[in-house]
């Protein structure tokens, strides 16, 4: 496996950086939903009775506009569209309005939100939206999976300028056949060749073994895909039998891909809930141990009136970051609804919500009750200081009172080196995901070792750890 690149935050979602642990504790955590929730209902005729999909959420560099794609599904005041996606923008993250936009005028002649009208597909798959900076002219991509009459479903591009004004890269039914089912999503990937990422129901899995829900991935271009998909996911003996997978999406963070799947738990009422899984290479796949759900329904049911109460769905694109001092935020946007494949008789749907995170906090290794310690595999120090994302258990501080860290440099022996040691480091104290290792007072000491192989050992007491990485300045 090649060595960790430390100018990237390092995770501890897989091993990939750990060498050995004494009394740790990985902890998966949940992000916090917003207390006003839900943050956007549908109330136009053409949206329908609620929202479907969330194709994704960005803040737009252009003009700092936050923008969300969303899709309307068969809308009874509106009876000649079946399944078109609409926009929805704010200023601040939190309030969402309908822009009135050109592309597609109501019943009463007055402008809509809708910017991409798909006519009477046969069966469609939500739409990923992505971005991409360094495509200057049209830096907005669209990846959607249609099928016909025949079902076979391909999977379509289509680029934009504005996220307003689509551009189909291949015209239906001109496009990509993916060899999987349907609940179709897509990322970039590592491969220029075929770039894009798709992740689906495995159509071998349905034909071959009666596994009705399962996770299968491909890769494609604007002219084919790179060959068979393969299977990414399946329930395992260890789960429920009534639980399936539903569908799974990802986006790259940091050196690694992190995806997000949803259980499908088909009980009396049924309901879903998203869980964690982490990829390398976006080929091989692991779920997050230990295995919990990172975004559950809230929870008492539709008694309680909550709109995410039986079903969570985060949006297809990576979580927006912002930053406020030494605090970076991870904010996800989802779409929950009082149903899931039940409860048919409610005519009001789904609505978005958000939930917010520490940035790298989707995990952390936790040391309570006894010190403990983490030792890193061998990497290549670039230079710079050594930032650590971390929040003492309580809010304190103190090292072996209420809790700390110390960052111990040593060389590929395990033998201290000078000057880096333990009794030099500074205790790391305190809670925020910028905060920097010093030894004896100075956060260059580590210069002395650019550019050669060290481990680090971190010596934990009370606290939570969840990343590293060089700051290079």
Known sequence: MDRPDVCQPQLFLDDHIIEQTVRLKRVVHQPHKYHGNPIYSVGAPWEGRGMIY????????????????????????YPEIQFAVCMIISRDGFHWTRPELDVYQGHSGEKTNIVLDLGRVMRAAAPTILHEPENDEEPWIMVISLAKDDLEYKAYILR?????????????????????????TAFRGPDDEFPYVLLSRGKEDM?????????????????????????????ELEDE???QIYHAHAFPYGES????FQWYHETENPWGEME????????????????????????????TGAFDCQVTDTALSPPVRTSQGIIDTLWFY?????????????????????????????????????????????????????????????GGGGWMGTGGLRTEVLNENLEPIEGLGHDEADVVTGDGTGLFQKWKGDPRAIDSVEGEMVRFKFDMSNIDLFSFRAEQI
């Open 257 to 260: 891909y992190i995806g997000l």
């Open 276 to 303: 964690l899984m982490v990829s390398r290479d976006s080929v091989r796949w692991q779920r997050v141990r230990p295995r919990r759900a990172f975004l559950p329904p809230s929870p008492g049911g539709g008694a």
């Open 241 to 243: 039998t009534e639980d």
């Open 160 to 184: 934009s300028a504005d996220g307003i004004h689509w551009r189909w890269e291949r015209e239906p039914p001109d496009g990509v056949v993916h060899g999987m089912q349907d609940r179709c």
């Open 334 to 394: 989802y779409w929950g609804g009082p149903a899931m494949h039940g409860n048919r008789h409610l005519t009001f749907g789904r609505a978005m919500g958000l939930a917010q995170l520490r940035a790298d906090g989707f995990c952390s290794l936790r040391a309570h009750r006894f010190p403990g310690t983490l030792f890193t595999k061998p990497f290549t120090w670039p230079g710079g200081r050594l930032l650590i994302n971390a929040a003492v258990l309580g």
């Open 207 to 235: 034909t071959r073994w009666g596994l009705v829900r399962s996770v299968h991935r491909t890769a494609i271009n604007i002219e084919k895909a790179e060959g068979k998909p393969t299977r990414v996911m399946v329930p």
């Open 54 to 77: 969330l194709g994704g959420v960005y803040v737009d560099p252009a003009d700092g506009t936050w923008k969300a794609w969303y899709v309307t599904l068969d809308p009874p005041e």
